[in-house]
């Protein structure tokens, strides 16, 4: 996306988080995972930006980074023009409020001893110029326009008084009560039925129509980040491997590993009958190639020789970038 | 012809401090060797309940109310604990939803599913089980060099195929997969389910497949079952259920799921989900039914066949003439 | 104001509600209910050891001395279990010892659960040097045994009152309840909803009151259980041993009384009340506190699952 870094609402610059993982009992080593790895992103405001890739590819840790829930190990994470690095305390509280997060489990992100209006207001009563009536109003509307209708009757119920998707809309409206400029939400369905991901998802796009909030969605279904997004980016092993527009990206996929994703979406309902790229080995490669390509080990369209350094996100398109040395 | 597995009439209650309530409501099914059924349906819907009550394995307060599951010729429902404890694993075994985390910490996976195989079968030497294991790793896909690796050193879907490997280790006829790949990213989800199609093919194993998900047992069984609020509402071929879907709550599903192509919207399910402590009148659907009828708010539908295969629990197939 | 009514209208909170459901399960739990009954017994006790003085001055339990009576003497009708070596009412002196026992073994328990909650939360939440210099603190008081600790103080200072004991033995006993509380805050402290309520923007002041304060309030309240048990054995070996405060009548008080007269052989009526009185009242809350782990801990584990 050529657009003016200044104005983008969050941006990672070389962000690198790495993890230790303390040395084990059994395995008697330490190990260092690099969770991101030199990740340079640019999410313009007021479109819904997908991050999509497999587990444990690095999606939660962005986000994490993106909310300061934790520090990049070297980079900068600047949001709204902000660097976060550089907000602390009383700061970093009133500056939050402007980004918030959705949870993957709406069953751990309650506190069960909460109740929905003390849950939803909360983050109301850390402003103290409100009164308790414009604050119980404002509580109100949050929960109507997350669809908990008639929002009166919900007021006084527990989480364990709520459905899967009732829950996750409550987590919904404590982070939109706030009206935040900036939404994140980690895989915010993969908890719930099928069926109720759609309503949570409606209700993510009738949100953003409405406020025009940046919303980051992460989620490992390119079907559900077609669905929602303006654009996705693919990540694996900390790594972007190819970022564009949606409907570019699910059309044309330039890289092996998109490609691979969406060969894995269940045929039903597929754009595709078959199985059409077929670019992931069933059995890693063992000869992997120090500094080579982060997916080397499981594509099938790596050669060694070309493969064996790091390619950088070349362009693919209009606004569409891969990391690859196939194009 | 004689199925595998036979469920006739099951219903199961739970009681709980709210009232009692039927979990599963006169379901009947059929599973026959080397075939799949899938059971979908809402968080819910009883769709565990059925398959715990397959494997005798329900909870103290659930009561089997009536019904029989037949499996090769006997009822499990009057068979005794110890006829229940040597059929399971050796002829119904399960994959359950989070049994990836109940594997051993401290123990080589590997040895875990001998171990599991001289349990159930005293008399199979131990380098008979060991070899056993090293073919079923093969069948699932692991690497024969990892039989001696922890599960922590597993990724969560090696985890699960090695507890697939443990389903199969005692030759089961039947398989009961309860949510096998939810919560699982959809490259490990499909890897699970290229196994499991796989092993069905091989093996000529009767599989029950549990999911919420309408794609996922789309891409792996031949007949699928619609479930809601306990009750079956519509069971046929998978080609039946996908391309002529007879019950509204089938094509709200089918309409709810989301897929890449940009041309159809989907559309979620309407209203709450149902409550089986204060179940409607009628239909159980019809408060959620794009176009009821007077008659859907006080009849209580009857089946209706559509096909030697596919059968449909709605007064709408009636009135369409079938 | 339509929405103010609404706020107003408000059901229990769900504390309440989880209080009152375990109320319930408590009471139908068998070794919950026979502690309950128990503790009700040994509750009237105490609350009508008022009565006997209101009688007759000789039923004061301390200085009411029958003036017919300069020894000790058995059951009879004047004096139910009998009276001590100077013919105090011993009957009077288990009713105000039931008191003493209450008012200590509480008031230490609660106490020392309240230290070991605060210290628990600010450990487990910290984390860091802070968490590490509380818990060795704790490890440092865990080890000392109490018994002797308090002694020691005894031996130094003179005869102590019945508070500063009471005060002590919280002193002494809150390590324990902080390193469980600390070891379920480690583990609340990863819960998204703590997460959560960071990025809402709540201080950790906040966060530790609002949000994890409730979540363990449970096992605070299962392990104050047990604290009383602890708390009324401590007071009751140091009053026998003499360390006592001499100006409460306490059981321990009465054994020692018995030990010191030479008496421990010679009147069953006397020494066998107070004796049978304290392993009664500890039992009884064992009992609870057995009861409220079975009907916790299940409970705990379910919620962090479902
Ligand atoms: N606190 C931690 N300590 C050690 N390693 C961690 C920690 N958090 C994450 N990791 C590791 O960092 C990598 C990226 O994790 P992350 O949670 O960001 O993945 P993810 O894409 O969100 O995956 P998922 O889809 O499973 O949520 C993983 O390999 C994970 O094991
Ligand atoms: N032990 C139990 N006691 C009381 N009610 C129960 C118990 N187990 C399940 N239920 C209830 O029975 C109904 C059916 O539950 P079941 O677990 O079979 O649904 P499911 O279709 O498998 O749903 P999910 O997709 O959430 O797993 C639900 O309403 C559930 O709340
Ligand atoms: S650079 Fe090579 S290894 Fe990497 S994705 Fe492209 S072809 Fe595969
Ligand atoms: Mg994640
Ligand atoms: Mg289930």
């Avoid at chain 1, 709204?80 to 751990?108: E, S, T, V």
């Avoid at chain 1, 919900?154 to 939109?176: D, E, K, T």
């Avoid at chain 2, 896909?141 to 090695?162: C, E, F, K, T, V």
Wanted: proline letters at 6%; one cysteine or more; glycine letters at 6%.
């Amino acid at each position: 996306m050529e657009t003016d870094s200044r104005k983008d609402a969050i941006v990672l610059a070389g962000v690198t988080r790495l993890y230790r993982s303390g040395s084990r009992l059994l395995t008697a080593r330490q190990k260092t995972i690099r969770a991101l790895d030199e990740v340079d992103l640019n999410i313009p405001p007021g479109c819904i930006f997908g991050l999509v890739g497999e587990s444990g590819s690095g999606k939660t840790t962005a986000a994490r980074l993106m909310v300061r829930l934790e520090k990049p190990d070297s980079g900068t994470v600047s949001v709204l023009g902000r660097d976060m690095a550089g907000l602390h305390g009383k700061h970093l509280r009133r500056f939050r409020r402007k980004i918030q997060m959705i949870f993957q489990d709406p069953y751990q992100s309650l506190n069960p001893y909460q109740s929905v209006i003390s849950i939803v207001s909360e983050p109301l009563s850390l402003r103290r110029q409100m009164t308790k009536d414009q604050r119980l109003d404002k509580v109100l509307e949050t929960l109507a326009l997350v669809g908990l209708d008639p929002p009166s009757t919900y007021l006084h119920r527990y989480p364990h008084q709520l459905s899967g998707g009732q829950r996750q809309r409550v987590a919904i409206a404590r982070a939109m009560v706030l009206d935040p400029q900036v939404l994140i939400a980690d895989e915010p369905t993969s908890m719930l039925d099928a069926s109720i991901a759609v309503q949570i998802y409606r209700l993510m796009l009738k949100i953003q129509h409405r406020s025009k909030v940046t919303m980051v969605f992460i989620t490992h279904n390119l079907a559900a980040a077609n669905y929602l997004c303006d654009h996705i980016a693919v990540i694996y092993r900390g790594r972007i491997l190819e970022i564009g527009p949606s409907g570019s990206v699910i059309n044309s996929p330039c890289h092996p590993y998109t490609q691979a994703l969406l060969d894995a979406l269940p045929r039903f309902g597929h754009i595709w009958k078959e199985r059409r790229f077929d670019t992931m080995l069933d059995e890693p490669r063992s000869d992997i190639p120090q500094n080579g390509c982060v997916f080397y080990s499981r594509c099938s369209k790596a050669e060694y020789s070309t493969c064996r350094r790091q390619p950088v996100l070349k362009s693919a398109g209009r606004d569409h970038k891969a990391a690859c040395f196939l194009i | 012809m004689q199925s595998l597995l036979e469920v006739k009439d099951l219903t199961v209650s739970y009681t709980t401090p709210a009232g009692k309530i039927l979990a599963v409501d006169r379901v009947s099914f059929q599973l026959e060797a080397g075939r799949s059924l899938g059971l979908v349906g809402e968080s819910g819907s009883g769709k565990s309940t059925i398959g715990t009550a397959i494997l005798g394995l329900l909870a103290d307060n659930a009561r089997v109310e009536t019904g029989a599951i037949v499996f090769e010729g006997h009822n499990l429902l009057e068979a005794d604990q110890e006829t229940l404890r040597r059929l399971r694993w050796k002829k119904i075994s399960m994959i359950f939803q989070a049994a990836m985390n109940a594997l051993n910490p401290i123990m080589p996976v590997g040895d875990q599913i001998v171990e599991a195989i001289r349990v159930h079968e005293p008399e199979v030497p131990l380098t008979a089980a060991r070899q056993r294991v090293a073919d079923l790793f093969r069948q699932v896909g692991i690497p024969a060099r990892r039989l001696r690796d922890y599960p922590h050193q597993y990724s969560g879907g090696m985890r699960q195929r090695a507890i697939i490997a443990m389903a199969l280790a005692c030759n089961p006829r039947v398989i009961i997969a309860d949510e096998p790949t939810t919560a699982l990213d959809v490259i490990v989800q499909d890897r699970i389910l290229k196994t499991i199609i796989r092993l069905q093919d091989r093996f000529d194993i009767g599989i029950l497949l549990i999911s919420h998900d309408i794609s996922v047992t789309a891409e792996v069984c031949h007949q699928i079952g619609v479930m809601y609020a306990g009750q079956l509402v519509e069971i046929g071929t998978k080609e039946e259920i996908l391309t002529t879907p007879a019950h509204p709550y089938t094509r709200a599903l089918l309409e709810a799921h989301i897929t890449l192509s940009n041309d159809r919207q989907p559309a979620p399910v309407p209203g709450p989900a149902a409550d089986l402590h204060r179940l409607p009148e009628g239909c159980r659907f019809h408060g959620r039914c794009r176009r009821p009828d007077a008659n859907c708010r006080r009849q209580t539908p009857s089946w209706h066949s559509l096909s030697a295969t596919h059968k449909v629990l709605c007064r709408e197939a009636e009135s369409n003439g079938n | 104001m339509k929405n103010t009514e609404i706020a107003m209208t408000r059901n229990r909170p769900y504390w309440r509600q989880a209080l009152d459901e375990n109320w319930r399960r408590l009471r139908r739990n068998p070794t919950g209910r026979s502690g309950l009954i128990l503790l009700l017994i040994f509750a009237l006790m105490a609350a009508s050891s008022f009565i006997p003085p209101l009688i007759s001055p000789i039923y004061n339990p301390m200085h009411g001395v029958d003036p017919h009576i300069s020894h000790t003497t058995g059951p009879s009708l004047r004096h139910w279990l009998g009276t001590d070596f100077i013919g105090r009412d011993i009957f009077s002196q288990l009713l105000a010892g039931a008191r003493v026992a209450f008012m200590v073994g509480i008031t230490a328990a609660f106490m020392s659960v309240v230290l070991g909650v605060a210290i628990g939360i600010l450990a487990g939440y910290a984390g860091g040097w802070a968490d590490t210099v509380l818990m060795r603190l704790a490890d440092m008081i865990m080890v000392m045994p109490t018994l002797l600790v308090v002694l020691m103080a005894a031996a130094l200072f003179g005869q102590l009152s019945i508070w500063t004991i009471v005060a002590m033995i919280a002193l002494f006993r809150w390590p324990g309840v902080s390193r469980v509380i600390r070891a379920r805050i480690l583990s609340l402290k990863q819960r998204p909803f703590i997460e959560a309520a960071r990025i809402a923007g709540a201080s950790h002041l906040r966060i530790m009151t609002r949000h994890l304060l409730p979540n363990v309030l449970p096992l605070a309240l299962l392990y104050m259980t047990f604290r009383v048990t602890s708390a009324i054995i401590i007071e009751a070996a140091l009053a026998f041993l003499g360390f006592g405060d001499p100006t409460t009548v306490s059981w321990g008080m009465m054994l020692q009384w018995v030990w010191k007269t030479g008496h421990m052989f010679q009147a069953p009526y006397w020494l066998l009340p107070p004796g049978i009185c304290i392993s009664l009242l500890t039992l009884s809350f064992y009992m609870l506190a057995r009861a409220m782990d079975e009907i916790l801990d299940p409970r705990l584990r379910r919620r962090g699952e479902s």
